[in-house]
């Protein structure tokens, strides 16, 4: 067809942006008539660019038409960043000049979506450049295309589980470490320690940014390990938090290795580390190895044995050292077992691995461990109704005592509630509180008064008690958690600040009809710059995303920042010279898994505990 019209050009980019569009939703948009929209739609139907069926009006998704999208500079969000995913297979790493001028728009759109895509952990921004992240690295002949089987992904997710980010961790040449070495998010501070090439030759291919240490200098190359040479130890100074071994093999309850490995290396890396965790291929049970693992020496150290579901809990009963720490891992469950049974708690937790809900995963699994009478149950959902309904059954079935749930679902309260209350078992509410469940989480209200006190002594002590602007990012619809903590903020602001509700300028992200990183763009460059402004960010994801263009476009002098949810990434930030984060209210997730389980030991032992149980709320300053 011929080039498109500015006309056909808005309507295919209104159309390519949904599933599904209908001749009145684009009449009512567009402000014209049925007939102008279906003579504009004619040429683009007959290009092979739109199909019509049954009233409905769809965009045709093919390579073709992709192609011309982005020669048009149309492409949809989703669209665009699937297509720097694209582009970036092809090369590798490109220039964000480059990828504007391939997708038809500006630098600004490009690192909003880079942005994006890095905390996804799909790509590494450079110096105004960026690169793949590439998860999945070919690493020997037996793993086809960087492939790992389906028991090594579950076994590596379930290992990430238990990493946190500062902690220093210690990975063998097991396929499971090669999985979890190509796989850490970037820029996690995780140093690492391994004795094994391929394992150092893996975080060299993905160009790891943190510390990596070997254990000795004497390398056998034939076997691909570095080991400590005769009668040296390792230094002082290599310190680790966490060891993770991979066995090979196990039979008549005895852990082997491979035949490469060095006992006196590994065994040194065992007492060191404060933390051991034993992993275990279902595949390569009832299996005579070669090499002994005498794990009995750290059973102390020993958090949990790590196997895949390729075993049930009766099987794993039989076979198992009633000593050892099992942990069953499926896609999405985890199963533990204990000594000496006495609670079954379920654990219901959603499955985004941002660094909160990762922290308190972690927290909870590590305060679980220490008790030897919870076996612990752990269904992964997605979120939303159905999958928090389905979880939610499949634990009552399991007959467990009591519930956590974390599924940070706020549609499905009412039937988590009254469910468990049908059931006659006992509920923690962790963060969102469901009827007639014990809450433990944050208080929102008092988050909300610290940022906003804390932002109000900085306005009087630097400003003079004067704000000309007040930006809020928030989060679209009838989200309870940050709505309060919000007007909290906003209470304690106004209590010692006079702000005029004009000033006021609320970006919510989520929101179907507006785009948040555009709508703060025009934001940050229509106000003056010798104007004060104070942007309070309530999700750590947002202010992620929207700290490079605070920076860009306004004068650090004048602004400043007040963020929720203290992590490393946010540590980072801060330390930027200039940073305008002044600080950030922390909730301490390392801290929830601990009070919980207590929580929970105490309502299993019908000890009376309040409804409501808080997390220790600080203000880290910058």
Same mark, same amino acid.
């Given at each position: 067809m011929d080039e498109m019209n500015q006309r056909q050009l808005a309507l295919l980019k209104r159309i390519a942006g949904k599933p599904h569009s209908t001749m009145a939703e684009l009449s009512e948009q567009f402000k014209l008539s049925r007939e102008t929209i279906r003579k504009e739609l004619l040429p683009l139907e007959e290009a092979g660019l739109v199909m019509r069926e049954r009233g409905k009006i769809r965009y045709i998704d093919s390579v073709d038409n992709a192609s011309r999208l982005e020669s048009s500079g149309i492409l949809s969000k989703e669209q665009r960043r699937e297509r720097i995913?694209?582009?970036?297979?092809?090369?590798?790493?490109?220039?964000?000049?480059t990828l504007a001028n391939k997708l038809r728009v500006s630098p600004i759109t490009v690192r909003n979506?880079?942005?994006?895509?890095?905390?996804?952990? &799909?790509? *590494?921004?450079?110096?105004?450049?960026?690169? %793949?992240?590439? #998860?999945s690295l070919e690493l020997s002949p037996s793993d086809t295309?960087?492939?790992?089987?389906?028991?090594?992904?579950?076994?590596?997710?379930?290992?990430?589980?238990?990493?946190?980010?500062?902690?220093?961790?210690?990975?063998?040449?097991?396929?499971?470490?090669?999985f979890v070495a190509s796989t850490l998010p970037p820029y996690s501070n995780i140093p690492i320690v391994t004795n094994s090439l391929e394992t150092l030759d893996v975080l060299r291919l993905r160009h790891y940014a943190y510390p990596v240490s070997v254990p000795g200098t004497f390398v056998a190359v034939n076997? &691909?390990? *570095?080991?400590?040479?005769?009668?040296?130890? %390792?230094?002082? #100074?290599?310190?680790?938090?966490?060891?993770?071994?991979?066995?090979?093999?196990?039979?008549?309850?005895?852990?082997?290795?491979?035949?490469?490995e060095d006992m006196r290396t590994l065994e040194a890396i065992c007492r060191r580390a404060t933390k051991v965790y034993i992993i275990l291929d279902s595949k390569f049970l009832d299996v005579q190895g070669i090499k002994i693992f005498d794990h009995r020496q750290f059973q102390s150290k020993i958090q949990e044995v790590l196997i895949d579901d390729g075993i049930g809990s009766f099987r794993s009963s039989i076979l198992f050292s009633r000593q050892d720490p099992l942990v069953i891992c499926g896609h999405d469950f985890t199963y533990r077992n204990v000594s000496k049974q006495q609670h079954r708690i379920g654990f219901l937790v959603n499955k985004d691995r941002n660094y909160f809900v990762q922290a308190v995963h972690n927290s909870l699994l590590e305060a679980t461990s220490i008790s030897k009478s919870i076996s612990l149950v752990i269904r992964e959902c997605d979120g939303d109704y159905a999958s928090t309904v389905g979880n939610l059954n499949i634990l009552l079935d399991e007959k467990v005592d009591l519930v956590i749930d974390y599924s940070l679902c706020t549609e499905s309260l009412m039937y988590v509630g009254e469910r468990c209350l049908s059931r006659g078992v006992r509920l923690i509410s962790v963060d969102y509180v469901a009827p007639g469940a014990i809450y433990f989480g944050a208080d929102n209200a008092l988050a909300g008064k610290i940022a906003g006190e804390r932002a109000a002594t900085y306005i009087k002590e630097h400003w003079g008690g004067k704000l000309n602007r007040l930006v809020v990012l928030g989060k679209y619809g009838h989200e309870p958690v940050t709505k309060l903590r919000i007007s909290s903020a906003l209470e304690h602001i106004e209590r010692q600040i006079q702000v005029d509700k004009h000033a006021v300028h609320s970006i919510e992200w989520g929101n179907p009809e507006v785009n948040p990183t555009q709508e703060l763009v025009r934001l940050l460059k229509e106000i003056p710059q010798d104007e004060s402004m104070l942007i309070m960010a309530f999700n750590l994801r947002h202010l992620l995303a929207s700290h490079a263009l605070i920076v860009q476009y306004r004068n650090c002098e004048n602004t400043i920042i007040v963020g929720h949810n203290h992590t490393k990434q946010l540590e980072e930030l801060m330390k930027v010279g200039q940073s305008p984060i002044i600080g950030c209210v922390h909730y301490n997730p390392e801290s929830y898994g601990e009070q919980i389980i207590d929580l929970a030991m105490r309502m299993l032992e019908n000890v009376e505990v309040s409804p409501r149980n808080y997390t220790k709320l600080t203000w880290v300053a910058n």
């Open positions: 995913i694209h582009l970036l297979c092809q090369d590798k790493e490109m220039r964000v000049t979506d880079l942005a994006a895509l890095e905390l996804e952990g &799909a790509v *590494i921004r450079k110096h105004g450049s960026v690169a %793949l992240f590439e #998860s295309n960087g492939e790992f089987s389906s028991r090594i992904k579950i076994l590596g997710h379930h290992t990430v589980m238990h990493i946190n980010p500062g902690e220093t961790i210690f990975l063998d040449d097991g396929e499971v470490s090669r076997d &691909a390990r *570095i080991q400590l040479e005769a009668g040296a130890v %390792l230094p002082d #100074s290599m310190q680790i938090d966490k060891a993770f071994i991979c066995c090979s093999s196990y039979a008549a309850h005895t852990y082997f290795v491979g035949e490469h």
